[in-house]
């Protein structure tokens, strides 16, 4: 019984080991080079059509199959769901279908290999949602465009279980977030892999096209894309400047709360997506923006309970003018609900969205931001942006959902609304003025 056991395991041993041979025998020769250079957690920064996606896919494979735990599981992340499956999905079909016995599974992007090792794909659509999981190796493609506690909250620690490793990929996109920081990371420890392929260099993708892709784009946008250059800014982004002006003129910083000041808060409330709530507290002009919050499948009571938590003094919360919409099942408003809960709550005024944008555009210009606490919130106004339509290749004139939404959406009611409905005027008796009569300010 014995012997064959361990017959049996030795046949495995070899065929896994055959499979990865397979696997990597795949790779071009610059693919190949980051293989073999790669450590536990790696960046890799590569031009366009380098091959990055199936590189990180034929690695991830043989990562699974050289895992020496029970179940091992891998991991592929895209900034959304559309783009795994569109992007990645094909890929690992075609990949894993070299292994007989794969079972795919089309409604969770998963393929199981015969010997039970599971790749799976996944996206920062809903970051929380992927709390909880173990992986022994995960790949973040294109992590420029995923809200930095992906990493942070939620993938590094799935890693730490069984010491799994870490590939991140794409071109980069401005010198901010999660790309930005992992590149940083990587070049300053001595235990990250990092890797830089920029088109002028690697001649994976020929002359020819080289020419005719610098004549579609600006230069900017060919350095990025192609030389791997940071100073662009996101394609299409709404408020990428007015962030950036803030950047430099040191409002994005260390904004404490003062004390005794009251702290308001501007919501935007998802039914089926995340809740966003920016924390801040008005001096005069200025907005100050002290914290930052996302919710996912949590109710109101539990977010509120969350707000105490944090121990801030409060004043008002700014929410989207449907919160007055009755719930079909329990036919109360989450109005109500909110103001049960001890919530004094002003409904934004409504408008267009894009109107609303433009409004924002200039509200942010007089906000600071902490530098910490809202680090998630300050990626999503940077990076909220119009739909790119790819078939007609102009920019929409729509926001496009995605993960920066929600914080975008919030900052747009709490511009919407204005600092001055805040300041709680009405009704209260100037004393210094009693002179002149009763003057309501
Ligand atoms: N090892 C490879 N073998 C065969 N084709 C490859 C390989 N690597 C990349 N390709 C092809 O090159 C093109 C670009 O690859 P992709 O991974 O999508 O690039 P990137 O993600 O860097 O833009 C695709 O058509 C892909 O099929
Ligand atoms: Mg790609």
């Known amino acids: 019984m014995r012997r064959s056991k361990s017959k049996t395991k030795q046949i495995v041993e070899r065929s896994s080991l055959s499979n990865r041979t397979e696997v990597v025998a795949h790779l071009r020769p610059h693919q190949r080079a980051v293989y073999d250079g790669m450590s536990r957690f790696n960046t890799l920064l590569a031009h366009r059509r380098f091959g990055k996606t199936v590189l990180a896919i034929l690695i991830l494979i043989e990562k699974a199959l050289a895992c020496e735990e029970r179940r091992p599981q891998v991991h592929y992340y895209c900034p959304s769901y559309k783009q795994a499956k569109r992007v990645a999905w094909s890929y690992v079909k075609e990949f894993t279908a070299l292994f007989p016995g794969t079972q795919t599974n089309e409604l969770e992007l998963k393929a199981t290999l015969a010997d039970g090792q599971v790749i799976q794909l996944g ?107 940071w100073d662009a800014a996101v394609k299409g982004s709404y408020w990428a400047e007015v962030m950036q002006s803030l950047e430099i003129g040191g409002k994005i910083t260390s904004v404490l709360p003062t004390y005794g000041k009251q702290t308001h808060i ?41 707000w105490r938590q944090r121990g ?40 267009t969205v894009i109107e609303g944008i433009d409004v924002t ?51 747009r009611y709490l511009a919407v609304t204005g600092l001055d409905t805040l300041e709680n005027r009405w009704g209260q008796i100037d004393y210094s003025q009693m002179d002149k009569g009763l003057v309501y300010a």
Request: hydrophobic fraction near 35%; glycine fraction near 8%; charge should be negative.
């Open 361 to 411: 555009r200039g509200f942010l210009s007089k906000c600071m931001f902490d530098r910490d606490k809202c680090a998630d919130g300050i990626e999503a106004l940077r990076q909220y942006r119009a739909d790119w339509q790819d078939k007609r290749g102009v920019l929409a004139l729509r926001p496009l959902h995605d993960w920066t939404s929600h914080g975008a959406d919030a900052m």
């Open 266 to 306: 501007a919501l935007d409330l998802g039914i089926n997506d995340a809740t966003a709530a920016w924390f801040f507290q008005t001096d005069g002009e200025l907005c100050r923006v002290i914290d930052y919050a996302e919710y996912t499948n949590m109710g109101l009571p539990d977010i509120v309970e969350d």
């Open 123 to 229: 996206s920062a659509d809903n970051p929380d949602d992927s709390r909880g999981i173990y992986s022994d190796f995960v790949v973040l493609d294109e992590p420029a465009q995923m809200p930095p506690r992906m990493w942070t909250e939620v993938l590094r620690p799935a890693l730490s279980d069984r010491k799994g490793g870490m590939l991140a990929i794409g071109t980069p996109s401005g010198r901010h977030g999660l790309f930005y920081d992992l590149y940083n990371q990587a070049i300053n420890s001595k235990d990250w892999w990092s890797g830089v392929y920029r088109a002028s260099e690697t001649a994976v993708v020929d002359e020819e096209e080289l020419i005719s892709a610098r004549r579609a784009m600006s230069k900017a946008e060919y350095d990025q894309e192609y030389e791997c250059s």
């Open 312 to 351: 801030y003094t409060y004043g008002k919360v700014i929410a989207p003018h449907d919160i007055q919409v009755r719930s079909l099942s329990t036919g109360v408003t989450r109005h109500q609900t909110l103001t049960e809960l001890g919530c004094d709550v002003i409904v934004a005024p409504k408008g």
